[in-house]
C-alpha cells in the first residue's frame, strides 16, 4: 500500500475517530442530565460502546502508523434543557439531540465508505461493523424517541 493511501486512510479513521468521540461525549452529558435510570442506563451503555469503538479506530491508525490527534476530538455540546421542564418532555429533548448526532455520525460513516477506503477489506470490515452499531443505537433511540412523542400527544 502507498504512503499516500496510508495517510488518506489514516484522515479518514481520525475524522470517524472525532465524530464517534463527540457523540461519545454526547451520550456521557445526556446520562447526566436524564432523571430516567432507565435511559441513564441506555445512554451509559452507547457512551461505552462508543468508547470501544473509540478503541477500534485508534488501533487501526496506529497499524497505519499513523499518528492518533486527540486533540481534535471536539467537546460534545449537548443542549442543557430547562430542569422545570416534565421529565418526558426534557427526556424526549435529549433524546432528539442524540438522534441527530447519532445521524451526523451516520453520515460521516457513509462518506467515509464511498472513498478509497472500500479497497481495503480490513478497514472496510471494520467500518461496517462500526456503522452497524450506530445505526442499531439510532434506530433505539428513533424508537424510543417516538414513544415518548406519542405519550405527549392529546387525545
Known sequence: MEAS???NYT???QRLLNIVAKGRKKYLKAAEQTESDEF???FNRYAGEREDIISELKAAIQKLDGQVNESTEQEAEVQNLNSTKVHSKKDQSILDSLRGSEQETLDTYDDVLQGSILEEFDLKTLIMGQRLR???A???LERRYFELFKLSQPY
Open 5 to 7: 493511501y496510508h495517510e
Open 11 to 13: 484522515k479518514q479513521l
Open 40 to 42: 441513564r442506563n441506555l
Open 134 to 136: 450506530v445505526n442499531e
Open 138 to 140: 439510532y434506530t433505539e
